[in-house]
């Protein structure tokens, strides 16, 4: 089953605007790790976000983490055309090694 | 520094058949991992493989199942496979995969159709 949901599910906005996205999880995490997918492909590694850590900044992207809510949001900003992809969170649970729990994804359109 | 790879990209088989997928993980890396993305299921963990011994396993039959050889280099297999196994298989390496939600790093997957 699917450790965490993101939302919404699909977000379509313009060039230029920042672009928020939410992931919600469901048990005690070690670290929260956001990925980005161009249609189809392997997953990039984007930004990683410890479980004692409440913001962090890479470039345009902001993540936040609220442990107490068990979610984080992804801010980018002045998004892109090329930021036009499906975005998830996958975090890591306590005693499980390096098996990765993902969201459900949001699909994000950046309109030129 | 290469990336992951994956081979082949893409596959169609029929119903019955078997399948074995590769993986080469980043030179340097010991710890293998599959997940298998459906748009329904979205992406699920198939099985970690460290220093040639599988330390994780998701929830699926035991049809699936890999390998890990000496140099790193990991092997899906699919045996029987059924239309439901339609999917992209990714795979993704990280250093140790030791250190809990270590960042892994994933090649561009294989895409497998079943017929």
């Known amino acids: 089953s699917q450790q965490g949901e993101e939302d919404p599910q699909a977000l379509s906005i313009q060039e230029g605007e920042n672009a928020t996205m939410n992931c919600s999880y469901k048990?005690?995490?070690?670290?929260l790790q956001w990925y980005r997918q161009n249609s189809g492909r392997g997953l990039v590694h984007l930004i990683l976000?410890?479980?004692n850590e409440r913001e962090k900044h890479s470039g345009r992207l902001r993540v936040t983490l609220d442990t107490s809510k068990k979610s984080s949001s992804l801010l980018i900003t002045a998004s892109r055309a090329a930021d036009t992809a499906s975005y998830f969170c996958?975090?890591?649970?306590w005693g499980t090694g390096n098996q990765f729990y993902f969201g459900t994804g949001t699909s994000l359109t950046v309109i030129p | 520094k290469a990336g992951v790879t994956q081979t082949p990209r893409y596959l169609i088989k029929t119903r019955g058949q078997q399948v074995t997928l590769s993986c080469s993980p980043i030179s340097g890396h010991r710890s293998v991992s599959w997940y298998q993305q459906t748009p329904g299921q979205g992406l699920q963990f198939l099985f970690e493989y460290f220093s040639e011994t599988q330390r994780n396993k998701g929830n699926f039959p035991g049809r699936f199942s890999g390998r890990q050889f000496s140099n790193s280099r990991s092997e899906m297999n699919v045996s029987t496979l059924e239309l439901g196994d339609s999917a992209l298989y990714l795979c993704?390496?990280?250093?140790?995969?030791?250190?809990?939600?270590?960042?892994?790093?994933f090649g561009p997957g294989t895409r497998l159709l079943v017929l």
């Open positions: 048990t005690s995490i070690n670290n």
């Open positions: 993704a390496s990280a250093r140790w995969g030791g250190a809990e939600g270590e960042t892994q790093y």
């Open positions: 996958a975090t890591a649970l």
């Open positions: 976000i410890r479980s």
